[in-house]
């Protein structure tokens, strides 16, 4: 690749190596060791990593010491590594907190991927160019190494084992988080994600890490996930019962602040690389193949829940009640669901507002298949249960057909192209090479 290629003519899965190669010396990873109090195993951790680095990493990379206000000799110790090794840096802070430290770091790096790990070194290291690789590749936009995947392989004690699964069920069932392991010490992140992640975590502390995953997630940046073998420092200096209380304040604010739309997670929307959600189809409106697709997914679903439920009721009520009921909860459901998967709005501002107009559409489907079944009656007097689904499977094709037109047009008009496209259009951009 040619470095003097301008930036807006390269696709975007390439601007990742680009910046490798257009910085002067820059390597690739720079992977910081967040560190406190720990002139013991400081030395021994950096040594290790580094001739790990050096056997097996095959670009250019960097170890960066980030003490955050050490009180023993950790400071000396860094210092002295930065000087013997080329590739090895040593930064101090004046403040306490491991989020502190590697946003600090991370925020004035020039690599392109920036990766942390614990100094105990827990993690099996033959993990980390798994982690980092689909960051260089641009595939991903994070990765994390999971001590809960089925796959990895875990020693530690029963009551770390029941906190750490506690914890994350806790962000499952409060947060919906779908990754696996918040708190592994063993994480990466692309540079320019990070340019506009890490501004909006608070947290300077443990729980760092998990905001930063949850806001990534909920943005719907990509998340890789390495199983990892991993085995438990029992002369971690982490305060357990102290962590914890600190991680459910965290847990609660973050919560809230998504509850009451507080966080501005549309600046994070899709804005690195090329997303086949935004490529417009020869001949077709901008959205239009995607929304179909989409619809025609929820639609199958809900014609299922439709006719199970109709079966359902029948046994009890008439056609034409237990179709109205039916029609109604599948109806609610289907607007749900096409409101966030096929239609892209997130978040609680005018649900209710589409929910009244998708009864509406509900009203219009009603009056199709009550219709259908009212005609169905009068030309055969006492229809079988066969043929009453059959004339019902016909009339809800047309209704879908009319639902996905007033859908497009009435309940969810796209307003927000000119923003994607702004959005795409700043994403291209040329950047500064630090």
């Known amino acids: 690749m040619r470095t003097d290629t301008p930036w807006s003519t390269l696709p975007a899965r390439d601007h990742l190596l680009a910046a490798a190669v257009g910085a002067a010396g820059a390597p690739v990873l720079d992977v910081v060791i967040p560190v406190y109090n720990e002139e013991k195993d400081l030395e021994t951790c ?14 250019g990379f960097r170890i960066t010491v980030a003490d955050n206000a050490s009180t023993d000799r950790t400071p000396q110790v860094a210092a002295r590594l930065a000087g013997l090794i080329p590739e090895v840096r040593s930064y101090r802070l004046e403040e306490k907190g491991r989020g502190r430290a590697l946003r600090t770091v991370w925020s004035h790096s020039d690599s392109p991927v920036l990766a942390y790990m614990d100094v105990d070194l827990s993690t099996d290291l033959n993990a980390l160019l798994p982690l980092v690789a689909p960051l260089i590749s641009g595939h991903s936009d994070l990765a994390i190494g999971s001590r809960l995947a089925r796959s990895s392989r875990v020693v530690r004690g029963s009551k ?31 540079r320019e994600v990070a340019e506009r992640l890490l501004p909006m975590v608070e947290d300077t502390g443990w729980f760092f890490d998990t905001e930063m995953l949850v806001l990534a997630e909920r943005a719907g940046l990509r998340i890789h996930e390495v199983p990892v073998d991993w085995v438990d420092d029992p002369d971690s200096t982490v305060h357990i019962v102290k962590t914890a209380a600190e991680d459910l304040k965290g847990v609660w604010r973050v ?124 030309a055969s007097g006492s229809a079988s249960h066969g043929t009453e689904l059959a004339v019902l499977i016909a009339a809800n094709l047309a209704a879908t057909v009319l639902r996905f037109l007033l859908f497009r047009a009435w309940v969810f008009p796209d307003r927000r192209t000119g923003h994607q496209d702004a959005r795409k259009g700043a994403a291209h951009e040329p950047r500064n090479v630090r």
Do not use: M, W
């Not at 046994?315 to 749900?336: D, H, K, M, R, Y």
């Open 255 to 378: 919560g809230r602040a998504l509850a009451t739309g507080a966080l501005p997670l549309d600046r994070l929307a899709r804005p690195f690389g090329d997303d086949p959600r935004d490529r417009a189809v020869p001949g077709v409106p901008r959205g239009l193949a995607r929304q179909l697709v989409g619809f025609c997914v929820v639609g199958v679903l809900s014609t299922l829940v439709y006719l199970a439920l109709y079966s359902l009721f029948r046994l009890g009520v008439g056609p034409q009640s237990a179709n109205a009921a039916a029609l109604l909860v599948s109806a609610v459901a289907n607007t749900a669901a096409n409101r966030r998967l096929t239609f892209g709005v997130r978040g609680r501002g005018g649900a209710v507002r589409h929910q009244a107009q998708g009864l509406v559409v509900f009203a219009i489907g009603l009056a199709l298949t009550s219709g259908s079944l009212a005609a169905l009656g009068t």
């Open 46 to 59: 950096v040594l290790r990593l580094h001739d790990h680095l050096a056997r097996t990493f095959p670009y």
């Open 160 to 190: 770390r084992e029941f906190i750490s699964r506690a914890y994350n069920l806790i962000l499952r069932s409060s947060l919906a988080a779908g990754f696996s392991d918040a708190q592994c010490g063993f994480k990466a992140i692309r």
